[in-house]
């Protein structure tokens, strides 16, 4: 079974399924936290080399405010615990999006998780928080327009290589892989430009309920597929 080298996930569900258990949203937040400790292990396992999960979008600020606050108050307590993750599984974690809109502690918390496990290279773990794709490419435009202006950068000489440069993911290759569970089958604003000629798998699997047997049936599902990228195969 060939692996993909870089799975992208769009963690879905958990307020559903803590729902309709009869508990709190945050409930759910807690236990899809709780099974994405399992699935970095899962993915280094699995020979996986990039991961990176949608945990937080700009557009998720328009939810409750106790579920917000409770959604932080998790956030500082996975990147605690993300230190000891990171090092069990030689795992370097980048985070993705706009920090800038967290409270300077969380921003520090992130910045001291980055330091620390910038030494590891078995697994490439990016957790996008406080992301979307429209405002990553509205950032990438605006430093691309104030590198022109101080004739760092050449308009002319701008390439899709020059764009994905000034991305929140530079220097990742693309995901070869978009993992959505609980049932939607959208982008939701997520990673626009680089999920170019990646393969999407839609499970109504909500995320707390996601385990290893449905991640190997997503990537024997994307075993299946005929990557062309655009070009035709010769008979």
Not at 18 to 46: D, Q, V, W
Not at 85 to 102: H, T, Y
Not at 141 to 151: E, F, I, L, P, S
């Amino acid at each position: 079974m060939k692996v993909p080298n870089h799975v992208a996930i769009i963690l879905d569900g958990n307020g559903r399924w803590a729902k309709f258990k009869g508990m709190p949203r945050t409930y759910g937040h807690i236990k899809g936290c709780e099974n994405l400790e399992k699935i970095c292990s899962m993915a280094k396992e699995l020979g996986v080399k990039y991961l990176t999960v949608y945990a937080f979008s700009t557009e998720n600020w328009k939810r409750s405010r106790e579920e917000v606050d409770g959604l932080m108050k998790l956030f500082r307590s996975y990147m605690k615990k993300c230190l000891k993750i990171s090092a069990e599984n030689k795992m370097r974690v980048r985070v993705i999006g706009d920090p800038r809109a967290f409270d300077e502690d969380l921003q520090q918390k992130i910045k001291e998780l980055e330091e620390f496990s910038s030494q590891f290279d078995e697994l490439h773990f990016q957790i996008a928080l406080n992301y979307g794709s429209r405002d990553e490419i509205r950032r990438a435009v605006q430093d691309m327009a104030r590198d022109v202006k101080k004739g760092a950068l050449d308009p002319e000489e701008i390439t899709e290589e020059t764009i994905s440069d000034y991305l929140d993911t530079k220097g990742l290759p693309d995901p070869d892989l978009l993992i959505r569970t609980s049932g939607e089958e959208r982008l939701s604003n997520y990673l626009l430009w680089q999920l170019a000629y990646t393969e999407f798998y839609f499970t109504d699997v909500p995320w707390p309920d996601f385990d290893k047997a449905e991640f190997v049936r997503a990537i024997e599902k994307y075993n299946g597929r005929d990557r062309r990228f655009g070009g035709v195969k010769e008979e």
